[in-house]
């Protein structure tokens, strides 16, 4: 590609984002679903002016990272901590309730074979982090208790789906299934968790010791870009999905990472300033890339529409997806209200599906019309949750939002204190 | 190219750069000089683990218009225009007595052809305005009066030397020369550069009132690097370099933006300011990316070290060169001092010089030692100069320099006062 085209492409590609996010803000929809349709309008669906790239690929792959290591700052680890356990379960029920309906619906209803109707499942299994959390930040609810909760499920379930993948692609190619090396990746990416926010940490403190010596300007984006590139590559390496690398980054650089060692890693809260004013504009010039390229990876022409089958399994499948993760929600304590927001924000299948559904695909194991199936339900899912979901938090009262808020508020401020946090959903709970 | 692989290489590249800038200031030499030798050791010359792959150099071209844009925006319209007729005085004559020289040597002394040699005297006429103005700034030059003829003399003297491309090219294809092909290029190139800055200006007043109104963060990183890309497109489609389209763009946003139709356009600084905030870590990110692709686009290795030709060449083209852009600047008025600083500034060859070879080398005219030698030439302008006037800096007594600044502070003042400007230079040159 020449640099000019490249150029024009680029700007294009940013700036129709821009408009319709604008646009979809105007008709009071999250913006990002402004970006996914200005993938599909520029894409091979309507216009046909752009084709997917490499060199556009891998800058989205870039925003998607930068997305979840923003993400990752601006969470809050003891508040992520405290909702481990709703999130363990919603991720868990969220990822079993999917893949067993899936796979029913397509094995039992559908009499599809057993290894397609075990990849069908999978592709419902993993919410899209990056779209959840785009819908929460667009609706200012990305700090309420309900977004931790997603935020746990959406990362473990990540891991599930990840796993999963690695036992059918066993499955598919040795026609076996090795437990030893799920086992071995699921190992690998608990040493992964486990231990990369503290290296993060470290590797922070060392540029945050170059940048007071360094005479060169611009070492804080380029260092800190390299450690989120660096991360994102490592959970590439131990089987991961590299945008839980960009989180886990982020998670260490955030201004409220809580170490249980204590004192030797103390905070520097003019530091984490410092990173968040100067990577938050380059994480927001590469993001809407990333959400682009999904509108513009469905090519809404390619799918014959007149076939039955197509329309049929990919009502069952958006039902049994929907429902999964629905059930899932409503499965733990919260008021019902919040456990409704839960669900709705899981129900966008994104990354992880798609991957699942395009190596099934290159493997055989999935026809092109059931591959057509599976993106529409990945494209409802993603479109229609957002939507949701504002509906939803419209419904509540402004009343009762702003005494939520503030007990929330004392929530926090006890939680400083060391108390337990939350307690208005501790007396729900009760 | 896989992601994974693609983030270990982007982290690879900016953290060498970086590791390298740092090892040069320590080494009291700028910065530049050690992303540019980063790029060496990477590539093919020595470690090899980088070939010049297409979305690095795409990066690249990115960061090299985002510099521009970054320039654009530190400087100042009013010192420019009043640097205007040195800089035209050392642009013309360091554009032909380089081109005249290298001709001379190649034709007269090596008994090249004629296209050859008017390729050769070509590829040594214009100065690069990345790497000069990089050096000017890693030394905290670029506030100076000598810079402000320098970059005006660079930016000039790039677009002579496409006009000269453009023409070359026209007389290698089809045998003649059409001056009416040429005088297109200068007209359209002299349109952008009367019409630009105030285009830009307008869509950003655009921007700003967007910015107010807009709820989806991210407005100014979207919207101004679109900006600059819209600028360097549009440099492209009139047949001058992307990266004077950025710097347009950077001049237009300024903060010193002066406009001859007064109130209409008022300035903002505080939009200004958020502009620079916002745009600056995304260059510095872009930036070193350009300088370690130079570097990784010379393959040291490939050049036949033992041919006779190759050094008698290049020691005498790079005479020429050097020769060429010091007399340029010893013509101007100013003292000694500042004139050195000019011609030394004026050293480096980049962008244009390589277009030239290229275009040479892939038509057959130039044969691969002689690319080979220009290569050279280039290599050494670019590494030589900055370690030159930093040398050159250096000595002057630092008594004077303070002195010679706050004179340069009376100057600005004078200025904002509508009187004539750097009254110290004016009395050097009564």
């Known amino acids: 590609m020449e640099a000019h085209s490249f150029f024009l492409q680029l700007l294009i590609i940013l700036l129709t984002a821009r408009l319709f996010a604008e646009i979809a803000t105007r008709l009071k929809a999250p913006s990002v679903i402004g970006e996914l349709l200005a993938g599909v309008v520029l894409g091979?669906?309507?216009?046909?002016?752009?084709?997917?790239?490499?060199?556009?690929?891998?800058?989205?792959?870039?925003?998607?990272?930068?997305?979840?290591?923003?993400?990752?700052?601006?969470t809050d680890v003891r508040r992520l901590a405290h909702a481990g356990s709703r999130a363990a379960v919603v991720a868990?029920?969220?990822?079993?309730?999917?893949?067993?309906?899936?796979?029913?619906?397509?094995?039992?209803?559908?009499?599809?074979?057993?290894?397609?109707?075990?990849?069908i499942g999978g592709t419902l299994t993993a919410t899209s982090i990056g779209i959840t959390l785009r819908v929460l930040t667009d609706l200012h609810r990305r700090d309420t208790p309900e977004a931790q909760v997603v935020l746990g499920a959406a990362v473990i379930d990540d891991i599930l789906g990840v796993v999963l993948l690695a036992?059918?692609?066993?499955?598919?190619?040795?026609?076996?299934?090795?437990?030893?090396?799920?086992?071995?990746?699921?190992?690998?990416?608990?040493?992964?968790?486990?231990?990369?926010?503290?290296?993060?940490?470290?590797?922070?403190?060392?540029?945050?010791?170059?940048?007071?010596?360094?005479?060169?300007p611009g070492l804080i984006p380029t260092?800190?870009?390299?450690?989120?590139?660096?991360?994102?590559?490592?959970?590439?390496?131990?089987?991961?999905?590299?945008?839980?690398?960009?989180f886990a980054a982020g998670l260490a650089l955030s201004r409220r990472f809580f170490l249980p060692f204590g004192v030797a890693l103390h905070q520097d809260p003019d530091f984490a300033h410092r990173i968040e004013n100067q990577l938050r504009p380059i994480a927001?010039?590469?993001?809407?890339?990333?959400?682009?390229?999904?509108?513009?990876?469905?090519?809404?022409?390619a799918i014959d529409w007149g076939e039955i089958l197509i329309w049929?399994?990919?009502?069952?499948?958006?039902?049994?997806?929907?429902?999964?993760?629905?059930?899932?929600?409503?499965?733990?304590?919260?008021?019902?209200?919040?456990?409704?927001?839960?669900?709705l924000a899981m129900l966008p299948r994104g990354e992880v599906g798609l991957i699942f559904a395009e190596l099934g695909q290159k493997s055989g194991i999935l026809n092109p019309n059931v591959y057509a199936a599976l993106v529409i339900v990945i494209a409802m899912t993603t479109?229609?949750?957002?939507?949701?979901?504002?509906?939803?938090?419209?419904?509540?009262?402004?009343?009762r939002e702003q005494l939520r808020l503030a007990a929330v508020g004392v929530g926090g401020a006890r939680m400083i204190r060391g108390e337990a946090a939350f307690p208005s959903f501790g007396t729900v709970r009760k």
Chains 1, 2 share one sequence.
């Open 44 to 74: 091979p669906s309507l216009l046909g002016f752009l084709a997917p790239s490499e060199v556009f690929q891998l800058l989205a792959e870039v925003g998607i990272i930068l997305l979840l290591f923003d993400v990752g700052l601006d």
């Open 223 to 246: 260092s800190v870009v390299s450690l989120v590139l660096f991360f994102a590559w490592l959970a590439h390496a131990v089987g991961a999905p590299e945008l839980l690398g960009g």
């Open 284 to 301: 927001q010039l590469f993001t809407p890339i990333f959400f682009v390229m999904v509108g513009l990876s469905l090519d809404l022409r």
């Open 383 to 399: 479109l229609a949750a957002p939507l949701l979901l504002k509906r939803h938090y419209a419904r509540i009262p402004r009343i």
């Open 92 to 119: 868990v029920v969220g990822f079993l309730l999917p893949f067993l309906l899936g796979f029913g619906v397509s094995h039992g209803l559908f009499g599809f074979p057993l290894l397609p109707a075990l990849f």
């Open 167 to 216: 036992l059918l692609y066993d499955f598919s190619t040795s026609g076996g299934i090795s437990l030893i090396n799920a086992g071995q990746v699921l190992f690998f990416i608990g040493i992964f968790f486990a231990l990369a926010p503290f290296a993060a940490r470290i590797i922070s403190l060392v540029i945050r010791h170059f940048d007071t010596l360094s005479e060169t």
């Open 312 to 343: 049929g399994l990919s009502l069952s499948l958006l039902l049994a997806a929907a429902l999964g993760k629905l059930s899932a929600a409503l499965v733990v304590s919260g008021t019902l209200h919040e456990r409704l927001a839960i669900g």
